[in-house]
């Protein structure tokens, strides 16, 4: 049996047809519960759709009007419908070359991991650089014996891999796995005797003997990853095509890309022009490329007012690490690591100078800061760049994850409107530990503060930092409702009081991801006039008991009035 009845619908003697007063439909969704996220008509049964725009909202025997002979009608027996999805901040094409690389996201031990380098290495050319990523060490149902620095060390991956050179990419994207091969190519072998470890903006981890144990914390990743040979155009395709399959099946229907340069640009300009979008594209510009900044700057802002596909409109800033790594930066030191602050990734002036560039521009700044300290700086510096120009209105700057900020600073985003985009899943799977690194007072007083930052009067938009975590929806809306684990512990949830109401869930993966691209009006809500984006779901996601919300299924994915996925029966 299919899951829905798609039919045209040919005029049939119970039901009256289109009367001359409806203009009729090209498309028509009836007896849905469909949650609108319009606050002043919050449940409708049905919808018609014109030329990719809601032409009408309301009953199934009222949006029956609408049908004519050329509607296609979808019958969605009762399955809950929601405005389609806003992912806010990922990254495209990472999500693309997971799929063409070793993906570890879902290994469970260290011995898992090596277990798959020694199977690409069988198929490798000797000399083939085997590269993977989604590896996290704090996931694993069990350690190595060997640990340095909170890490595992690269004896078992050389036994495994000699000859061809490793590098395997941290789940956060703050550090990276090299095998000896690897460090080698790059002449990090033996560092005895010399400066242990530090490099500008990063560490290369050594054993108590001083060698390298193939753990490369944040800019150290460079040094090797630099040797890895550079993806071709024909290989960025076929990871882009894969990324929107990924985002259609999962009932995306907008995406904030977290920072590329002018190649993803012109990819996606590309499959654009070739009606190959099966999605629509907000993209932050890497802002450690000062050239590609420079060149925005002139040209100004990308907004594609007419089909609402991709716009470049927003510079994403990298100012601190992440927790796992230890490398968010903080105003007091790690609580597992006495002394040490973590640090930034940048110099903060240079959220001031791109701040002060981008707005007489027109471009939004988006910040990513994870620690107390990185969060209260950036703060500093979009208010330093405000008072620049006292006339620069709705500038709607964000901080990205936001996930660890100082009590005194949670009110100054409601007050400087400056948007948290936030991932609710990263509490899921990094809460367990997070509170290792934080101590239990930080953790309540300012981690992953859903609660605190909307009653500042901030806006949250929600997503999954995808390839860090599956790009998956459903999982990221049950850590926003429930605080618990994906295991669906504790009982509660963790600080249960900052849990976002399943109405606040939705809306932070809609309407405030529509604003935080500056879509409200366009995208958003389910309302006459504006895009008929929709993600279908078999359970009722809104209702449903939280312990089954992780059971549900997207089965349908509608963009601009097209049906871009369906679930296969
Ligand atoms: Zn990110």
Not at 356 to 382: M, T, W
Request: charged share 25%; with cysteine.
């Amino acid at each position: 049996m299919r899951y829905f009845y798609i039919f045209l619908f040919t005029c049939l003697i119970s039901i009256s047809c289109s009367s001359n007063k409806s203009e009729p439909a090209d498309l028509v969704f009836l007896n849905g519960t469909i949650y609108t996220v319009d606050e002043s008509n919050p449940q409708v049964e049905a919808v018609a759709v014109k030329n990719g725009i809601i032409l009408a909202v309301g009953s199934s025997e009222e949006i029956g009007e609408y049908i004519s002979d050329q509607t296609e009608v979808v019958d969605l027996l009762g399955m809950t419908m929601t405005p389609g999805l806003i992912e806010s901040h990922a990254h495209l094409m990472g999500i693309g070359y997971n799929k063409l690389e070793l993906d570890l996201m879902y290994v469970k031990t260290y011995d898992e991991l090596v277990e798959k380098v020694a199977e690409a290495v069988a198929k490798a050319e000797p000399g083939d650089w085997i590269t993977g990523r989604g590896w996290h060490q704090d996931k694993w149902i069990e350690k190595p014996e060997k640990m340095v620095k909170g890490f595992q060390t690269n004896d078992q991956l050389n036994e495994v891999s000699p000859d061809n050179p490793v590098f395997l990419r941290h789940a956060s994207g703050h550090a990276t796995f090299a095998n000896s091969k690897a460090l080698e190519l790059a002449g990090i072998s033996n560092l005895k005797g010399e400066r242990p470890g530090e490099v500008e903006g990063g560490e290369i981890i050594l054993d108590e003997l001083g060698n390298p144990t193939g753990v490369l914390t944040e800019r150290a990743s460079g040094i090797v990853g630099k040797l890895v040979p550079q993806e071709t155009p024909e290989r960025a395709a076929q990871a882009l095509t894969l990324a929107l399959k990924e985002l259609a099946e999962k009932g995306i229907t907008s995406f904030h890309d977290a920072g590329s340069g002018q190649e993803t640009i012109d990819l996606l300009l590309k499959f654009k022009n070739e009606g190959k979008l099966t999605s629509r594209h907000y993209m932050m510009l890497a802002g450690s490329d000062p050239e590609l900044l420079e060149n925005w700057y002139k040209r100004g802002p990308m907004i594609d007012s007419v089909d609402h596909l991709f716009s470049v409109r927003s510079i994403k800033l990298f100012c601190d690490g992440a927790l796992g790594s230890r490398g968010a930066w903080l105003l007091e030191e790690y609580t597992d690591r006495p002394g040490h602050f973590g640090h930034e990734t940048l110099p903060m002036e240079v959220v001031g100078q791109v701040s002060e560039k981008a707005i007489p521009a027109g471009f939004q700044v988006n910040s990513h800061a994870i620690g107390d300290r990185a969060n209260r700086e950036v703060l500093d510096e979009y208010e330093a760049a405000f008072e620049k120009y006292p006339d620069a209105k709705d500038l709607r700057f964000r901080i990205e994850h936001a996930q660890h900020i100082d009590p005194e600073d949670i009110p100054r985003f409601g007050e400087m409107g400056v948007i948290a985009a936030m991932q609710a899943i990263h509490l899921s799977s990094d809460r367990p530990w997070a509170i290792d690194r934080l101590g239990e007072k930080r953790i309540v007083d300012g981690a992953y503060v859903w609660q605190k930052l909307m009653q500042s009067g901030a806006v949250v938009a929600n997503g999954t930092d995808a390839p860090v975590e599956p790009v998956d929806p459903i999982p990221s809306f049950f850590a926003s409702v429930s605080r618990q684990t994906l295991e669906g512990t504790p009982d509660g949830g963790y600080e249960a009081s900052q849990k976002m109401t399943r109405e606040e869930a939705l809306k932070s993966y809609t309407l405030d991801g529509a604003y935080a691209e500056f879509e409200e009006d366009f995208k958003g809500s389910i309302e006459v006039g504006k895009a008929a984006d929709f993600t279908v779901f078999d359970k009722n996601i809104m209702e449903i008991p939280e312990s089954e919300i992780l059971n549900s299924k997207v089965m349908m994915t509608i963009v601009g009035g097209k049906i871009v996925y369906e679930k296969p029966e």
